[in-house]
């Protein structure tokens, strides 16, 4: 039985079905995808990989089938599904995936083709278990795949208390070991267990807090911003196909787009961190309707209204039009004197945050250094934005304010 040491979980012991599947070719790929994609051009120790992300997912849902009295067959999917929920990933992780949806129809986890064709799926045959099954649960499919991808998951409790360990920000961390015991079945929905809003409370905080601090960081949105324009001009003038893409690693990509003349420019801007910078960071009461419901292609449309105003190429104005404020643990179940009841039935915290959610939501609109007053004043007129919503001597002083409360770049 293989013993792995794990900076977040000190030692997981992987047996059965699952050690045999870690050493496929789909699962160590994962070892060259990074967990959170540019982010770690915010937060230089975030380095980890959706390798060690889904050892420790195997880990949580060994320790949840354990605590639930699940055994046998069905345990073993679980376990399977678990260390597998992530080889659907294409590179940088969910930096590029909306993209590679609109040309695929895919998800990251739309798997079956991975598991039922490879070695993957001979691994799962000679432990006499169905792929397709397998991959029905990473898609959160019955009972049990509640646990694999649902509002109580083992992926959610690992990724927040692994990003936040590796980027060294504080508020993902969450009692694990408490949510990990205290779940249980109701009339066949994973629910917590009696006395544990404050739990559930704490899952719901930990994403709220980990959102606007580390995954939608403004830096971070930015270098994510401009890698997908890379990969979509990669994809417009080239022969490399979505589906091609969809299974390359982050050195893959990378490659491709410092040999492609039309995203040599991106290529060097990443490895040099010469990011744009922002010339528009609006709130969400400053924005037309019309436009926080901008589709990709108005997006694209908007980019080059902009940069036609400024007297620039389109390649050199990127509109990051954030999604729809949303929080899917709300819908998350606690028993409550004997009660099954949603969290935001339960608990004042889930208004307050929904309210913190819309004041955190931006707008932004970047551009090369030297043209954000331009393309700002541009954005303004076209977008139709209240004409102070962004001044840049605000914006500068937001990132001074960062800085100094959160130790990063």
Partial sequence: MPTIKDSVHDHIEVDGVAA???????VQR????????????????ANHTRF??????????????????VAGTEAERVRAAALLHDVGHAPFSHNVEALLHRRTGLYHDDVGELL??????????????EPDRVAGLIAGEGRYGQLVSGELDVDRMDYLVRDAHHTGVPYGTIDHERL??????????????????QTAESLLLARALMNPTVYTQHTA???KAMLRRATERLLDETDHTAHEVRRWDDYDLLAALRATEATSEFARRYDERDLYKRAVWAEYDDVPAR???????????????VADRAGLDASEVIVDVEAEPTMRESSS???????????????PLVSALRVAQRRRWRLGVYTHADATDRVGAAAVEELGLEADSAPVSEIRESVHQTLDEFGAE
């Avoid at 045999?20 to 789909?26: E, G, S």
């Avoid at 419901?293 to 209204?305: K, L, N, S």
């Avoid at 179940?333 to 009841?341: A, G, I, S, T």
Wanted: net charge negative; charged share 35%; proline share 2%.
């Fill in 20 to 26: 045999d599947l870690l050493d496929t070719p789909a």
């Fill in 180 to 197: 990990i015991r205290e779940l249980t079945f109701a009339d066949g929905e994973l629910v917590l267990a009696e006395g544990n809003v």
């Fill in 291 to 305: 436009v926080r419901e901008f589709d990709h292609d108005q997006e694209r449309a908007a980019e080059r209204a």
């Fill in 116 to 129: 039922t064709d490879a070695t993957v799926g001979e691994v799962l045959r000679d432990h006499d278990l």
């Fill in 30 to 45: 994962l070892r060259r995808i990074s967990q959170l994609g540019t982010v770690r051009l915010v937060y230089p120790s």
């Fill in 333 to 347: 179940e606690v028993v409550v004197n004997d009660e099954v009841r949603r969290l935001e039935d339960e608990s």
């Fill in 221 to 223: 949105r930015i270098s």
């Fill in 52 to 69: 060690e992300h889904s050892l420790g997912v195997y880990h949580l849902a060994d320790r949840a089938l354990d605590s639930l009295g």
